[in-house]
């Protein structure tokens, strides 16, 4: 049964890089788009972007110019990083995976999430 | 964007009775081309992740319980809770997965009355 768990900092400070990685565990991370999804805390939910194993991206364009994604094949891994930080990018961030092929997906499974801060 | 809406906000039902939530979005999300309504349910209790209920908004996700359904087309979408249990105290979340970015609705509390 596949599973993924999110890791980085829990305090970044504001207009500095959120950086935060996903390692999938029990499957392989081909064949599937990867996704971030974050929710401020007590608000709803807000998709980041996805990565397919080849690295190809799509990012939500409210977040685009500050969204880069990537993809470590050999490790199971893909990352985020989100720049310029603010206040308002503090939430908990989870990352999820797609149905086989298909970027058009639900969200199934996802990590358990990780609270990221934004204070100085 | 499609927005996503849901009502109501919140609603208390009693054990063993019926719960529904509504979906709305702002443009259809039925794909003409294989007829399927791109649209998934979750339920999400505090602390943690939310958890796949429905996709293709009527498959019911492998394990999760057959009181829970799913139905409509289109824009307009409804998630049924058939017999309220008290581990269904949640949040519950629709997603449209038609177009990007993807969208979540605002979600609706259920509780126990």
């Known amino acids: 049964q596949v599973q993924l768990q999110e890791s980085g900092p829990g305090l970044v400070k504001p207009s500095e890089t959120l950086s935060l990685t996903c390692t999938v565990s029990?499957?392989?991370?081909?064949?599937?788009?990867w996704y971030w999804i974050r929710q401020p805390p007590g608000k709803g939910l807000e998709w980041i972007g996805y990565i397919y194993d080849s690295g190809s991206t799509s990012y939500n364009p409210s977040l685009k110019s500050r969204v880069t994604m990537s993809v470590d094949t050999s490790k199971n891994q893909f990352s985020l990083k989100l720049s310029s930080v603010t206040a308002a990018d503090t939430a908990v961030y989870y990352c999820?995976?797609?149905?086989?092929?298909?970027?058009?997906?639900?969200?199934?499974?996802w990590g358990q999430g990780t609270l990221v801060t934004v204070s100085s | 964007d499609i927005v996503m809406t849901q009502s109501p906000d919140s609603l208390a039902v009693s054990l063993g009775e019926r719960a529904t939530v509504n979906c709305k979005s702002s443009q259809s999300v039925l794909y003409s081309s294989n007829n399927k309504n791109y649209l998934a349910w979750y339920q999400q209790k505090p602390g943690q992740p939310p958890k796949l209920l429905i996709y293709?908004?009527?498959t019911r996700e492998s394990g999760v319980p057959d009181r829970f359904s799913g139905s409509g087309s289109g824009t307009d979408f409804t998630l049924t809770i058939s017999s309220l249990q008290a581990e269904d105290v949640a949040v519950y979340f629709c997603q449209q997965y038609y177009g990007l970015p993807f969208t979540f609705g605002p979600g609706t509390k259920v509780d126990i009355k």
């Open positions: 999820a995976r797609s149905m086989p092929e298909d970027f058009y997906s639900w969200f199934d499974p």
């Open positions: 029990g499957g392989s991370i081909s064949s599937y788009f």
């Open positions: 293709w908004a009527s």
